[in-house]
């Protein structure tokens, strides 16, 4: 366990309970002595995650720099430790002061039906830096439980598409723009050994997305995709096509020999990074595992429109918001802990911290303009590009009504993807698993 600043024994001691764990306090005491209120903020931003270097320095230089007006500890958790330690916290009654925490309402639902954390709205009326329209409207989504929204988002997530720019010189081929452009480049590729397109799937990882790409071009893909919760409908004609193209893709050689081996998040990305593949699509925290001398030829482009389209993918983009910051109701309650509260949400929501956050390839959710000086030149181009997409579309994955579908669900890609079956199989097989999840066998 690593700790900065002050910390007792006995806080340790629980601490251990819960993993990783790195705290830092504003240059005081855990034991305030009552003459500035005590504010614990919580977060997973810590350990070998990749906003840590960036984050917690300036988390720690903000509680000193305000130590005079409120004692600041900052309690670091490592994803699963953190999980747990939100768990308990819910149990024991104890949730902290502010913290860092996931989007969805698989998270916020617990919260916020036992009144526990603030509302978008009240959090924005209390500042007067930060206002609802610095964001999208989407991006309230997934922070929204019965028509309300609460928390500010922070970190957006977002697929795009790369090409090896050399590559494509070398074989003196252009960006396929649409399926037949794509199946005519994936030919000469695939002649001189390069694989096309470095996607796989393991654990349904990253192929599931994959398939939503395809999908969510077509007439009512992306609706019937978001409505799947309610309808345990699964076989609808937007996701037969799509899947059938991947199937027609695997006999093609578009992908690599065995998906499974080059699927999940580390593989994802290793051909394409040994410039053994020409194509891929891909997230944020994947951008650092590419070799620099291919991010330098690297290109960022829509992906091919496929026959049939009414959405092309220059319109939209895969994704969502993945975390945002929550307030205790109770201590936003406390006139004692307020402003502090709201001093600490409006830094957090700052852009010094956002272009800090941007040098660890995080996207930010805010409307605001990132200083690019220092910033990978390949994050600055996908950064850029996805923002000419004007649509935000989540994936399917988070439609699933129970966990035992999600299971099934990628595991079922990683079979389309591995030629296992075909795309008329893989919807059969899915929409069978929801017939039955919904009669209850």
């Known amino acids: 366990m690593k700790t900065k600043g002050l910390i007792s024994l006995a806080v340790a001691s629980v601490f251990l309970l819960f993993g990783t764990l790195t705290v830092f306090a504003g240059g005081q005491s855990e034991q305030a002595n009552g003459s500035v209120p005590r504010i614990v903020f919580t977060h997973n931003w810590t350990g070998g995650d990749s906003h840590a270097p960036y984050f917690e320095p300036l988390l720690n230089e903000f509680a000193k720099e305000n130590k005079a007006k409120f004692n600041l500890v ?36 617990p919260l916020v039906k036992n009144h526990l954390i603030v509302s978008t709205d009240d959090m924005t009326a209390a500042s007067n830096v930060i206002k609802r329209s610095d964001w999208n409207p989407a991006d309230f989504k997934d922070f929204t439980i019965d028509g309300k929204s609460y928390g500010l988002p922070t970190e957006a997530i977002k697929g795009f598409f790369l090409v090896n720019k050399a590559l494509f010189e070398k074989y003196n081929l252009k960006y396929p723009k649409n399926y037949a452009d794509l199946q005519a480049v994936a030919k000469v590729f695939s002649s001189h ?61 578009m992908f690599p020999a065995d998906t499974v ?48 389209a009414t959405m092309p993918p220059t319109d939209f983009f895969l994704g969502g918001v993945s975390e945002g910051i929550q307030i205790n109701q109770k201590s936003f309650s406390d006139p004692a802990k307020k402003s502090a509260l709201v001093a600490l949400m409006n830094f957090l929501e700052s852009d010094k911290m956002y272009n800090s956050l941007a040098k660890a390839d995080m996207f930010p959710t805010k409307n605001m303009t990132l200083d690019t000086t220092g910033l990978d030149p390949l994050y600055v181009k996908i950064n850029n590009f996805t ?45 069978k698993a929801f017939d039955q999840a919904k009669s209850g066998n």
Not at 79 to 106: C, F, H, N, Q, R
Not at 205 to 222: K, R, S, T, V, W
């Open 74 to 109: 900052i309690q670091g958790y490592e994803t699963t430790a953190y999980i747990d330690k939100i768990k308990v916290s819910l149990a024991s009654g104890t949730l902290p002061d502010e913290m860092g925490y996931w989007a969805g309402p698989s998270y916020l639902a």
């Open 193 to 253: 050994g390069i694989v096309p397109i470095d996607v796989g799937s393991k654990g349904g990882n990253p192929g599931h997305f994959f398939i939503d790409l395809l999908a969510y071009q077509f007439p009512n893909g992306y609706s019937d995709a978001m409505s799947t919760e309610t309808t345990y409908k699964f076989d609808t004609p937007s996701r037969l096509k799509a899947a059938d193209l991947v199937a027609a893709m695997v006999k093609e050689h």
């Open 261 to 308: 081996a080059n699927g999940d998040w580390g593989p994802s990305v290793q051909l394409y990074s040994q410039s053994k593949a020409a194509m891929t699509y891909t997230f944020p925290w994947m951008i650092a595992a590419i070799d620099k001398s291919v991010r330098d030829t690297t290109d960022v482009i829509a992906f091919p429109t496929m026959p049939g």
């Open 387 to 431: 923002k000419t997409q004007p649509n935000l579309y989540e994936g399917i994955y988070t439609q699933m009504p129970t966990a035992q579908l999600g299971d099934i669900f990628f595991s079922t890609v990683d079979e389309l993807f591995s030629g296992a079956m075909s795309g008329q199989q893989y919807v059969a097989k899915m929409q």
